[in-house]
């Protein structure tokens, strides 16, 4: 069936360092996606979503990039912090749209460490 | 203000007893939406709720899940006869409408089947 999925398990970054995670999806029909960050025994948090229509999208030290031709997103942080440390994910809705179903399909997550 | 409440946060049982899982969500929020997500997975979609209807249950595994939503605010996820392969995190999450709006998620609650 359609998936979103990672490249990398686990990236590791020195404190300072810019941070890119990937995600390549495969679901064309797909125009709205979203990268969450889960801490230890937290529930998913939102950071950014980009809407299919878009290329980028900039947040508050993060940055959404989304290729369409090769079905790939990435998620930019600049001067990565220990407090960046969790797991992120991408996740696509491929529903959207007011009043429809909009459940969302996420991948197996990359997990980002901070060295000091 | 105050964000999506799930109780328990933990839930020991023991296989094929009855569990009930309930969501809170953030108040003024039409959709609540809830997710399993397995040790080392990302969330995986169970059921949808705009108001009091279920407009999505593709996601529940079997006819032993089932959620309500009487009042088109709290839900109950509730499961029958569980299974050791039911245990993982049960996530709940909720949205101003449903569409491309923000699903912002709760704690979860970690089920154990022994």
């Known amino acids: 069936g359609e998936s979103v999925g990672l490249h990398l398990p686990t990236l590791s970054v020195q404190e300072g360092d810019n941070s890119i995670i990937n995600c390549a999806y495969s679901n064309s029909a797909s125009d709205y996606f979203i990268w969450y960050k889960q801490e230890s025994g937290k529930g998913p948090q939102f950071i950014i979503d980009i809407r299919s229509n878009m290329d980028k999208r900039q947040g508050q030290r993060v940055t959404v990039l989304l290729n369409k031709t090769v079905k790939h997103l990435s998620l930019q942080i600049a001067a990565t912090q220990p407090g960046d440390s969790a797991v992120y994910f991408c996740?696509?809705?491929?529903?959207?749209?007011?009043?429809?179903?909009?459940?969302?399909?996420f991948g197996t997550g990359t997990r980002l460490q901070v060295t000091l | 203000g105050a964000g999506v409440s799930q109780t328990p946060s933990n839930k020991v049982t023991e296989k094929g007893k009855y569990v009930e899982l309930r969501c809170d969500p953030i108040s003024g929020h039409t959709a609540l939406y809830w997710y399993r997500q397995s040790l080392g997975q990302g969330p995986e979609f169970l059921i949808y709720?705009?108001?009091?209807?279920?407009?999505?249950d593709s996601g529940l595994p079997n006819d032993r899940f089932f959620a309500v939503r009487p009042e088109g605010s709290v839900s109950t996820l509730k499961i029958q006869r569980t299974e050791r392969g039911d245990s993982a995190v049960y996530l709940c999450?909720?949205?101003?409408?449903?569409?491309?709006?923000?699903?912002?998620f709760g704690p979860g609650t970690r089920l154990t089947v022994l």
């Open positions: 999450a909720s949205s101003l409408y449903s569409g491309t709006d923000t699903q912002y």
């Open positions: 709720f705009q108001g009091t209807g279920a407009a999505d």
């Open positions: 996740a696509e809705n491929t529903a959207p749209g007011a009043g429809t179903a909009s459940k969302l399909t």
